[in-house]
């Protein structure tokens, strides 16, 4: 089975993946498990406010999870979410959110597109600017990061590495984790026009035994996706000679669903010029 | 009905095609129409030899045609290809093979993608070169012809012009044209990962009355047939980082038969600097 059971396991529960990458060493939001309400007062205590209380399972796009601010219902707030048990993540103030969409082969080779800007709208995904715009360094640092993960999970096929861009005591750059995705991403999309191979050959490519495709991105991209009705422009984009759309046959239009995306790929000039 | 009946009645059998072509005053190899073996003699005295003999229809990749040179078995080949009314042409020494495929919308508006410089291998198109390489103002003279026929043809879709880049009394470029493809075309393969709007997505545009995109080309481009046992490269070409394959999913190889295409994107510089 590829990309394989322990993929799962680990990312489709909160606490298993924030066991997993502090296992491996890697900065993630400071968290507490919360079994019950009773364990809430105390881990609250422990992480401060603003605090992220987060369902175990089942979240996406901002869905299970709930900001304790000062002066929020607490109780009313973990019963919203349904009353389980949770796990309460520290806030993060970060410069940017960043992922990095990495592949690995059956062999064992790793190759990972280049790192990804990620601008949220209501916690769900709005665009994505590739080159991203952070200090040297950085890229290369998120892409050994997804290495490290992907390689400790012994996995094959397409990833996504979510990461926060943060800074430390000093203000210099530093990277957490925040989540993985054991899939083709959202944040990947630009590669179907700009990059050499797209993120879903190459998880093809992955989970057949095939050689790996090149991640070699074609121009500067800049992907922003259509949100509700946001995809009624689709006329007018249609016209735009450097929009590529792509549409994906949702029969009903709501708010806050992603209803399709587009991709610009800009010309830059050759690396080392 | 798009792209329309009439496209079809002409590209579907030779004589209307020629007759077709000849109306809007555009240069084709010289030819007669040879209703029977009778007729053949006199058609053949007046071409002359070489000459290539055509049935009228069903004709594709050298299908359905003959070359009659000095000595030839004539009433052999004529019986070879059926024995049916049929179309002579004189054999034209050309400097290279190419195409234009260029779509028109509802609405009338005509693009057309960069002229494709085709080589053939016993009949089969081997390789395709864009930008070809023609004298300065071939491809604009060819952009020119395949507008003028789509337009005559109130076509709606994509089609491809092959033409004949020959030479005048003078040496000087002529362009003459061979047949029309009422569809996307081989030739056009490379702009899934060349153009900005593959022609897939260019004919779709245009018979859903949709605006058409864009048929910026990405780089130099080198588009290779797999022909045959040629597919059976696959997994090498899939280790190449700058070879994009596709396969047909074609279940028995032929000698012959097209099992699929290698596109390769080269960078190249800015037009104008």
């Known amino acids: ?7 799962l396991a680990v990312s489709q529960d909160r606490l298993a993946e924030k066991t997993f990458l502090s296992g491996l060493g890697l900065a993630t939001a400071p968290f507490r498990t919360v079994p019950n309400l009773e364990a809430l007062g105390p881990a609250l205590a422990e992480i401060g406010r603003p605090a992220v209380l987060k369902t175990l399972r089942f979240g996406y796009d901002g869905k299970g999870q709930a900001m304790i601010r000062e002066g929020s219902d607490v109780p009313e ?27 690995r082969s059956v062999e064992g080779a790793i190759v990972a597109y280049d790192l990804c800007e990620n601008e949220h709208d209501r916690h769900i995904l709005a ?40 800074r430390d005591a ?41 050689p790996l495709g090149s991640p070699a991105r074609r121009g500067r991209i800049e992907m922003a996706n259509l949100i509700g009705d946001e ?8 016209a735009q000679p450097d929009h590529s759309l792509h549409l994906y046959g949702k029969l009903e239009t709501r708010p806050g669903r992603k209803m399709g995306h587009v991709t610009r790929v800009f010309a830059e000039p050759p690396r080392g010029v």
């Not at 950085?138 to 996504?160: F, H, N, P, R, T």
């Not at 995809?231 to 249609?238: G, P, S």
């Open 77 to 103: 707030l973990h019963r919203g979410l349904g009353g389980g048990p949770m796990i309460l993540e520290g806030f993060v103030a970060f410069d940017c959110e960043a992922s990095v969409v990495a592949a």
């Open 170 to 210: 000093a203000g210099e750059p530093r990277l957490l984790v925040n989540e993985l995705a054991p899939r083709v991403h959202n944040s990947g999309h630009w590669t179907i026009e700009g990059a050499q191979t797209s993120q879903f050959e190459q998880h093809i490519r992955a989970i057949a035994g095939w």
């Open 127 to 166: 665009r994505t600017h590739v080159p991203a715009r952070v200090a040297p360094g950085v890229e290369a640092a998120a892409k050994a990061i997804a290495a490290e993960a992907i390689e400790a999970l012994d996995y094959v096929g397409v990833l996504a590495l979510e990461l926060f861009v943060a």
């Open 231 to 238: 995809a009624e422009e689709w006329r007018d984009i249609l």
């Open 1 to 7: 089975m590829r990309p394989g059971p322990r993929a």
